[in-house]
């Protein structure tokens, strides 16, 4: 007999997309999850600590996840904040230029 009790759902796991090719995707993982991951906001402290992978990509992407946030509850939807991070960034950059950029940004204040 298998002890489910503290288990998450099969398909509901707490990893991150190894490659999300638009801003669409990575906000999506954040907010909803995709491929049946459980939502990046939802990760616990151990979840997000689990394995240096999962650590490195959370950290990475945070940096993004919080800036859209911050524009949504300013008022903007998630899709103005996504188009304003384009104009920033440039429309055609990759989504790991974007969040490299972005922690760049971060750091210099």
Do not use: C
């Not at 992407?61 to 946030?69: D, K, L, M, T």
């Not at 998630?78 to 971060?106: C, E, F, H, P």
């Amino acid at each position: 007999m298998i002890n489910l009790v503290g288990a998450d759902i099969v398909g509901n796991t707490a990893t991150l997309s190894r490659n999300p090719r638009t801003l669409e995707v990575l906000w999506r993982e954040y907010k909803y999850g995709i491929d049946g991951r459980k939502p990046a906001q939802e990760f616990t402290t151990a979840e997000r600590n689990a394995n240096s992978g999962t650590k490195q990509a959370y950290y990475r992407r945070i940096v993004f996840w919080e800036a859209v946030e911050r524009m949504i509850n300013g008022g903007n939807s998630y899709y103005t904040a996504l188009n304003r991070i384009r104009q920033v960034y440039g429309a055609s950059t990759s989504v790991t230029k974007v969040l490299a950029a972005m922690a760049r940004d971060k750091r210099k204040g």
